[in-house]
């Protein structure tokens, strides 16, 4: 595990959390005042670079841990979005590199051929070792799109620390064993158990 952040508040933002509407950017400062503990940020999706990730790793910088994380793209080839990926954080990479698998758009019964692109040329790229690598993705995706893979295909990525989405009733206090980590994983080192409408007062200017 790199972070022990059981039972803290992680943030994760993107372009979205910057409306033009308002005057400034994320407040980093008030986020981590009203007890966050670390962010993740958004370096791009697909071939795109987030349009605010450059104001939000410099603005970030010496206040939270942070991490960067990549929306994957289904229609683009897996190793440019690698090579892009590493191109924009490259130059000041801190914390996990984050490969977002989540997306419906343009997915087929072999993506997870892709996704072993993506994650292996990232390795190659960055030289890092797995466990500074990680997945995120949902219980039902995951499950769904490695169905064609065999157990010892689908036993590759669990070197691979996951991010978890689910979603339970209560965000903040979940019920740990009725969460469901898909297949080949055992354990997640981070769960995202919810989006609370919490934003705003905590920095940034969306719910």
């Not at 072993?116 to 960055?126: A, D, K, V």
């Not at 036993?155 to 019920?175: G, H, K």
């Amino acid at each position: 595990m790199i972070f022990d952040y059981h039972g803290i508040e992680i943030s994760d933002l993107s372009t979205y959390q910057d409306t033009p509407l308002i005057v400034g950017h994320v407040d980093y400062a008030k986020m981590r005042d009203w007890g966050f503990r670390a962010v993740g940020i958004r370096a791009g999706i697909g071939l795109n670079e987030d349009v605010d990730f450059q104001i939000n790793w410099t603005n970030s910088r010496g206040i939270l841990p942070r991490f960067t994380y990549h929306a994957f793209d289904n229609t683009i080839p897996a190793k440019d979005q690698a090579r892009k990926y590493w191109n924009i954080i490259k130059a000041d990479r801190d914390g996990p590199c984050v490969g977002d698998l989540e997306k419906r758009e343009g997915i087929h019964a072999l993506i997870w051929k892709s996704w072993y692109e993506y994650l292996t040329e990232l390795q190659m790229l960055s030289g890092l070792s797995s466990p500074w690598i990680w997945i995120y993705t949902n219980f039902y995706f995951w499950e769904e799109f490695t169905m064609s893979a065999t157990d010892a295909q689908r036993e590759w990525f669990e070197q691979f620390p996951l991010w978890l989405a689910s979603y339970p009733q209560d965000p903040f206090f979940p019920n740990y064993a009725a969460i469901r980590v898909p297949r080949p994983w055992t354990q997640c080192v981070l769960l995202q158990s919810g989006t609370p409408a919490i934003g705003i007062e905590a920095g940034v200017e969306s719910k």
